[in-house]
């Protein structure tokens, strides 16, 4: 049977790659999408996996509104670095009809805690945003923390971060949220830049969607494209652009797709090293919560990615 899957997502170029992903892949049901900001507002990201949700021919996902900005503030802007990214849309300027429905009226945060209830640890939650509805939800429910199985993208051990020289992008957001996450949760998988920045994705690749003459493969290679251009200014070393997102939701299907250090985490809250993730000295010797990714199978993952979404794109909208 298909496991359950719930994407929080932050749409953005990278996470619609991830609900493509998930939607192609038979080992997982998605069960709903949860909106965050970051790339985009969280009104703008929830639009965004409606119209995608569309696109693919998922519209029976719900899609629910998680809180619009970090625990720690009262309001969120969309930073220039991500529109220049991901575009001011999140969809690299491409542009795809609204959905015919809107989100649902439930809360992104009541939904995960109620999906943890129902599905306990057959569920697992992949966040490619911020903490910050997970975050929450370990704060309403007192079984969350326990029950719920989660995938992350966001953080970064053993290398440099993307905003800041330590901080990644998902935790720089929202670090008091990541904070918690990493400590209060029972079974964390950190994916972060240590092993999404080894999966790349380049113009050869979306060359082969391009040619695959549908409007889905249009749309993907056209979005892909903007975010390999963005790479190119930004990271011009790579070559291509970091498949983080997608990332995530392959390794919460099959595990073995990496190795692991066993640790437990905590997230740096004060300046200057804000948005740091790192070992938790208060719990040394303590059963490790957290299992980060280290390294990673490119060549299969890539090759899984490509099969997957091609096959996704074949068909017409
Ligand atoms: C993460 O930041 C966002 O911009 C991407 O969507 C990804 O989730 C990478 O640091
Ligand atoms: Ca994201």
Not at 187 to 200: A, E, P, W
Not at 236 to 252: E, F, K, N, S
Request: proline share 4%.
């Amino acid at each position: 049977m298909a496991r359950p899957l719930i994407l929080d997502l932050d749409t953005g170029i990278d996470d619609t790659l991830a609900l493509a992903y998930a939607l192609a892949s038979p080992e997982v049901e998605l069960i709903g999408v949860t909106a965050t900001y970051g790339n985009v507002t969280v009104e703008q990201g929830a639009r965004n996996s409606l119209a995608m949700l569309e696109m693919f021919g998922a519209t029976h996902v719900p899609v629910f509104l998680g809180p619009g900005h970090a625990r720690t503030r009262s309001s969120f802007e969309v930073a220039e670095i991500s529109s220049f990214i991901h575009g001011a849309n999140g969809i690299g300027e491409v542009e795809i009809p609204d959905a015919a429905r809107a989100a649902q009226d439930t809360s992104a945060v009541d939904f995960l805690i109620d999906s943890v209830r129902r599905y306990g640890e057959d569920l697992v939650i992949v966040p490619t945003g911020p903490s910050t509805s997970v975050a929450a939800a370990i704060e309403a429910s007192k079984g969350f923390a326990d029950n719920a199985h989660i995938v992350m993208m966001a953080g970064a051990l053993t290398v440099p971060g993307n905003v800041t020289a330590c901080s990644e992008a998902n935790v720089y957001q929202d670090p008091e949220a990541a904070d918690l996450v990493f400590r209060r949760a029972r079974d964390v998988t950190m994916v972060g830049l240590d092993v999404t920045l080894r999966t790349l994705l380049t113009s050869a690749d979306t060359a082969q969607w391009k040619s695959l003459g549908t409007k889905r493969g249009e749309v993907l290679a056209a979005l892909a494209d903007y975010y390999i251009g963005a790479y190119a200014t930004t990271s011009p070393h790579l070559g291509g652009c970091g498949l983080h997102d997608p990332l995530a939701v392959a390794i919460a299907i099959d595990p073995d797709l990496a190795t692991y250090v066993e640790l437990n985490l905590k997230v740096d809250t004060a300046a200057p090293l804000r948005g740091r993730t790192i070992g938790d000295e208060t719990r040394l010797g303590q059963v490790a919560n957290t299992r980060v990714a280290v390294s990673v199978d490119v060549e299969a993952f890539r090759s899984r990615f490509m099969h997957r979404l091609s096959a996704l794109a074949s068909a017409s909208s």
